[in-house]
């Protein structure tokens, strides 16, 4: 599982239940003699045609978005890691530096 994946679903999912109760009154309910009716039917089917053609539309948004977050993250994590092996040479460098000092310093104390 990628690991932009879950801090996503975090931000996504406290809004389902807000889309879901704004978007199920904008549906025509059945009533109960109107199953026959064909008027009742095409005004359901044009809603949700319409719903669909929004839903892809903010989709596309979204991804979009998504794609430029990704985009960011994947960016962030090339700095991240050119500095973290330029840390690792400092680091590298700094024990060598100090292996020579130390090996001085009992060369010194052994040879006086």
């Given at each position: ?76 994590a090339a700095v991240a ?32």
């Amino acid at each position: 599982m990628p690991a932009w994946l879950i801090p996503a679903l975090k931000a996504v999912l406290p809004h389902v239940g807000t889309i879901v109760s704004v978007a199920a009154p904008a549906f025509t309910k059945m009533r109960s003699g109107a199953a026959d009716n064909p008027a009742t039917v095409q005004q359901q089917i044009a809603e949700l045609q319409a719903a669909a053609s929004q839903n892809a539309t903010h989709i596309r948004e979204l991804a979009a978005q998504l794609q430029a977050t990704v985009t960011a993250l994947e960016q962030a994590a090339a700095v991240a890691e050119a500095r973290q092996r330029r840390l690792m040479l400092l680091c590298t460098g700094a024990v060598v530096l100090s292996a020579l000092a130390l090996a001085v310093v009992l060369l010194k104390v052994y040879a006086a």
